[in-house]
């Protein structure tokens, strides 16, 4: 036998074993077909006036695009639809590209504030205080106050205690 022999009768066994396994799943569709038939068309019938609407609808929004008019402006919108498209792409290059960009150098990294130490309430504060204050009570002796003497004499004057007055200016 030769190869061209071998080539034709597999192809053949090829050709009735797809037919064999083909045979009985379109046979299937086909039934289930016949027994789905009458569902659909009870379907169809009671959203008739619902696809009538629709192909009304198309209709009108495409009235404009079956002008002759059209025709004429084909460049400008086939112009408008490329510069549209390449925006379009350069738009998420760049994204992809600050993605990257971000997430290489960590700056995409959320902004949370680190966590205080446990805040003390106003009555705590008050409690920890008055604590202390009689900490500080019972352990020292009563200072005696002290007088502070200020030299006699003339005080000396800065700028601070000066009154700063304006001059009034007149254009006429």
Request: glycine letters at 2%.
């Given at each position: 036998?030769?190869?061209?022999?071998?080539?034709?009768?597999?192809?053949?066994?090829?050709?009735?074993?797809?037919?064999?396994?083909?045979?009985?799943?379109?046979?299937?569709?086909?039934v289930s077909v016949i027994l789905l038939r009458p569902f659909y068309v009870i379907i169809a019938f009671a959203l008739l006036p619902?696809?009538?609407?629709?192909?009304?609808l198309i209709r009108v929004l495409s009235l404009p695009f079956s002008v002759k008019w059209l025709e004429q402006i084909e460049t400008l919108y086939v112009f408008l639809g490329i510069a549209s498209l390449i925006g379009c792409?350069?738009?998420?290059?760049?994204?992809?590209?600050?993605?990257?960009?971000?997430?290489?150098?960590?700056?995409?990294?959320?902004?949370?504030p680190d966590k205080r130490a446990e805040m003390r309430t106003a009555a705590q504060y008050r409690a920890d205080r008055r604590i202390k204050k009689e900490e500080t009570i019972h352990h020292s002796p009563r200072p005696t106050p002290v007088v502070l003497k200020k030299p006699a004499g003339p005080r000396r004057r800065g700028l601070l205690s000066q009154a700063i007055i304006e001059e009034e200016d007149s254009d006429f």
């Open positions: 036998m030769d190869a061209a022999t071998v080539l034709s009768v597999a192809q053949r066994v090829a050709v009735i074993l797809a037919h064999s396994v083909s045979w009985p799943i379109a046979k299937l569709i086909h619902f696809i009538r609407l629709a192909q009304a792409i350069t738009g998420v290059t760049l994204f992809a590209i600050f993605k990257f960009l971000s997430s290489a150098l960590s700056i995409d990294a959320p902004i949370v």
